[in-house]
């Protein structure tokens, strides 16, 4: 069955701990407040280290047009929203010369709660992710990050992500790392 259909009524995935995670897609009725509050607890630590992450101090309104750009998928746990990832269509991903191609697309407001990490609630969103990516036809799938924020870059190239190109965004205190994977179809 396509992703689409199975996001759009959510399927069950066990973490790490064996306790199941719903996966599904962000719907008109979520809490788009609860929504920002998850983005700010797990984004805290690197604004803690000096990275002002738009995450980080983003009001709902910009929770909402972020959510816009494309699809927004949910991890669930016990009725509470303890993960999230946003899939930025490819008319959305601009601003770079190599977010600017017609063929890449591009990952965004990508969360875990804190005490939920570490449990494969990241990979799954990911996996998820670039599994939508391909059924749209994308070649390359895209993010950035802090060129500092050393954890997230070295898990993103154990995911495959490479290095293509810095980007100072503006309202930003770090220089941004564009990296991207081809995706295989």
């Known amino acids: 069955m396509p992703l689409p259909f199975l996001l759009r ?3 069950q995935i066990a973490d790490r701990t064996g306790r199941p ?3 599904r ?19 805290a630590p690197l604004a803690a280290a000096g990275m002002r992450f738009v995450a980080s101090y983003q009001d709902v309104e910009t929770t909402r047009q972020r959510v816009g750009k494309g699809e927004t998928i949910l991890a669930v746990c016990d009725d509470a929203v303890i993960g999230t990832v946003t899939l930025a269509t490819t008319e959305a991903t601009k601003g770079s010369p190599f977010y600017d191609r017609p063929d890449v697309a591009s990952v965004g407001q990508f969360a875990v709660r804190p ?19 391909r059924e749209l036809g994308v070649l390359h799938l895209a993010l950035d990050t802090s060129e500092r ?21 503006g309202g930003l205190n770090y220089r941004s790392r564009v990296m991207a994977k081809a995706l295989t179809l």
Do not use: K, P
């Not at 995911?159 to 100072?168: A, D, K, T």
């Open 25 to 43: 897609y962000l719907v008109e009725s979520d809490d788009l407040h609860a929504l920002t509050d998850l983005l700010h607890e797990a984004y």
């Open 115 to 133: 005490a939920d990490q570490r449990r494969g609630i990241g990979l799954a969103l990911m996996n998820l992710c670039e599994e939508r990516a």
């Open 149 to 169: 924020a050393d954890t997230l870059i070295a898990m993103y190239e154990a995911l495959g992500y490479r290095f293509i190109e810095h980007v100072q965004w």
């Open 9 to 11: 009524d959510g399927f």
């Open 21 to 23: 995670v719903l996966y």
